[in-house]
């Protein structure tokens, strides 16, 4: 997946990412807002980094605990994230394959990417 396609998938979702996320802290509140959007506990990653992590994860490139060092976060958080956007892939038609490579490190991902930073991670379905 080149950087635009990237782009353009996460310039897609994140609206309804949003969207989802909303509806998930009202019906755990139980009842609409009662304080203005952007107050409050803040998510941990953006709605662009989720959707990232659930297609790197989803692709097996990386290990939760992997992913969860370098955005900076929990595996939980990652798992979260994954929970979220997968449904939204799916929904959308793209299709995560499998990839053959198995990412450990930090050190195994800057090695990965500067040997074809063009690599496919999602199809498009019809």
């Known amino acids: 997946m080149t950087r635009q396609q990237l ?3 996460v310039d897609a979702l994140t609206p309804e990412l949003e969207v ?8 755990r509140r139980g009842h609409e807002r009662l304080v203005a959007p952007g107050t409050g506990a803040k998510a941990k ?4 980094d989720r959707i990232l992590v659930t297609v790197l994860h989803l692709r097996k490139l990386a290990t939760m605990d992997l992913l969860g060092q370098l955005f900076g976060v929990t595996a939980m958080t990652i798992s979260r994230a994954r929970q979220e956007a997968r449904p939204l892939l799916e929904a959308h038609g793209h299709l995560v394959s499998t990839s053959t490579a198995r990412l450990r490190t930090p050190a195994d991902v800057a090695t990965f990417i500067a040997l ?3 690599k496919t991670m999602v199809k498009k379905t019809s």
């Open 20 to 27: 989802q996320r909303e509806q998930v802290l009202r019906t």
């Open 45 to 48: 990653l953006t709605p662009a």
């Open 7 to 9: 782009s353009e998938l």
């Open 116 to 118: 074809d930073p063009t």
